[in-house]
């Protein structure tokens, strides 16, 4: 076998550090595990000001140039470490010295534009003073999608960097970071990469899209996603770029961080359980309704739980659709999540109307997030889209079934049969987008629920799955080996 790449991985997110959604989580995970086997990886973040405030970075000796030709430009790099991986975060004037990553509550940032093209120009700089570059340069989603283009037109030319192949990561199609043509100026880019062949779209910029066409192979987070993104349904405007390079395209589900989400040794829950024993889920139950203030739900029914941004992809308003019926039903229902304001409101207003049976969190809070996983019967996941969903297969480990709408890597990570199937499903599907097959979903779950045989069944089939990152390295490995050779037959 070939020796192992050195990776250098680009994200805006990596979990403890900067998390706001599943990207911080598989990058709080994918790195260690690919250190576990004998990897070397470091991971590349912005500096943002909370980062920098939680400790552990130290600056790296003296302010560094840019290499793309702003002389005025200058990039303080900090280093730290996390579970074998080394971390640096790049600092470029005081573009992350904000309290968001990518905007507060007046809405996005106007100079994300400028803010994400800085950080790709810093990480690149840096790398190209801090001894022999990576051969694996693993892009992570718009906001570090400017790499795989600067390198392909500026750098790929020079010998230190001739060995050296990019991977782009598609987490979430939904965000391309298309920005005005007037930002390309901040890119660092040659002119004429302001073209069909490279960021340009429809007259703007696009940084997701140069990722996607200069980098030498793309991932996405499942393989249904991988597929669903050449589709006009789910392409989001880019489904001809990406069916272009669907030769070089592969979907890697994404996996989990047991050290980080198992019910056997989480410090945030009220007990401790596991598949052997789950006495400690009905302690986690009751700890979860009196946190919440639950105290209706008399006709005994799944306790159902959302943890989710508040997004249009997210199907909340399939949820509010149905929210009615459900308590109608004698459910209770905890929503823990933040997002849109619009939805963010009418979540308020029901719990405010109905605050025995109904709960909601407008909090981004991580131990809640395990609380809720661990104190609900029923995970409510009816997304629009889904390109992986780490949600999920959290539920599933915490004896926690989800129903979820049979789209992306939901599709593929829940086991549901039409008559439900005691040794292998793991939750519940539905597949049309609209509030009436979701409230059937619920009604289906609901039934299972009055047989606690089958239910525990159901649970124990759940707990035995195993996502762990460790079975999924090697694919990422072979993606690499992918890169490496296109890389190589490009010369
Ligand atoms: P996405 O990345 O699209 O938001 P995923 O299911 O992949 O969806 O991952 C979501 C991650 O964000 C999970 O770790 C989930 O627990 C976390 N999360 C979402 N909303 C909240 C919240 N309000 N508080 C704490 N954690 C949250
Ligand atoms: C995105 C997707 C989600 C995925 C996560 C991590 O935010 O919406 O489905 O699990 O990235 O890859």
């Not at 992570?140 to 020079?158: E, F, I, M, Y």
């Not at 002119?191 to 899209?209: H, T």
């Not at 939805?343 to 809070?365: D, P």
């Not at 969903?389 to 129903?403: C, I, S």
């Amino acid at each position: 076998m070939s020796p192992k790449p050195r990776v250098a991985m680009v994200s805006s997110e990596m979990y403890p550090f900067a998390k706001s959604g599943g990207l911080g989580d598989v990058l709080g995970a994918l790195p260690p595990a690919l250190a576990r086997q004998g990897v070397e990886v470091s991971v590349f973040l912005p500096a943002y000001k909370s980062l920098l405030q939680k400790g552990g970075f130290a600056p790296l000796n003296g302010d560094l140039p840019d290499a793309f030709g702003a002389p005025e430009v200058r990039y303080t790099v900090f280093k730290g470490r996390f579970d074998g991986a080394q971390v640096y975060a790049v600092r470029s004037g005081d573009l992350f010295d904000r309290e968001g990553f990518y905007g507060d509550d007046g809405g996005e940032y106007p100079d994300n534009a400028l803010r994400f093209s800085r950080f790709c120009r810093g990480v690149l700089s840096a790398l190209g003073q801090m001894g022999s570059p990576p051969e694996i340069l693993h892009c992570h989603d718009w906001q570090s999608a400017l790499v795989p283009a600067l390198l392909k037109t500026r750098l790929g030319g020079s010998p230190a960097w001739a060995r050296t192949a990019s991977v782009m990561t598609i987490h979430n199609l939904g965000y391309q970071g298309r920005y005005a043509s007037d930002d390309f100026q901040h890119t660092g880019l040659p002119p004429e990469a302001f073209g069909i062949d490279g960021v340009e779209y429809y007259g703007d910029l696009n940084l997701l899209k140069g990722g996607i066409v200069c980098a030498e192979v793309v991932s996405t987070v499942s393989e249904s996603y991988a597929q669903e993104i050449q589709t006009a349904e789910q392409g989001n405007g880019l489904e001809g770029v990406i069916a272009s390079r669907a030769g070089d395209l592969l979907g890697i589900m994404n996996g989990v961080d047991y050290a980080v989400w198992d019910p056997a040794k989480d410090p945030c829950l009220a007990a401790s359980y596991s598949r052997e024993d789950m006495e400690g889920k009905a302690a986690c139950r009751r700890a979860l309704r009196t946190e919440m203030g639950l105290k209706g739900g008399g006709r005994g029914g799944p306790l159902c739980v959302m943890v989710s941004r508040l997004a249009s992809q997210k199907g909340v308003e399939l949820l509010m659709a149905t929210l009615e019926d459900l308590l109608w039903m004698g459910l209770e229902v905890a929503v823990l999540g933040t997002g849109e304001v619009a939805y963010e409101t009418s979540l308020r207003r029901a719990a405010e109307r109905h605050h025995k049976q109904m709960a909601f969190r407008g909090l981004f809070n991580e131990r809640l997030a395990h609380l809720f996983f661990a104190g609900g019967d029923l995970l409510l996941m009816p997304s629009r889209y889904e390109p992986a969903g780490l949600n999920q297969l959290y539920a599933m480990r915490y004896g926690t079934l989800p129903l979820v709408r049979t789209v992306g890597g939901l599709a593929s990570s829940v086991i549901a049969h039409k008559e439900i199937d005691l040794e292998r499903d793991t939750g519940f599907q539905f597949q049309g987008f609209n509030p009436a097959e979701l409230l059937w979903g619920v009604v289906r779950a609901c039934r299972a629920f009055e047989d606690k045989e089958a239910w525990r069944r159901l649970v124990w089939n759940a707990m035995s799955q195993d996502f762990s990152w460790d079975r999924i390295v090697p694919r990422y490995l072979e993606l690499y080996e992918g890169a490496l050779a296109r890389r190589a037959a490009r010369g």
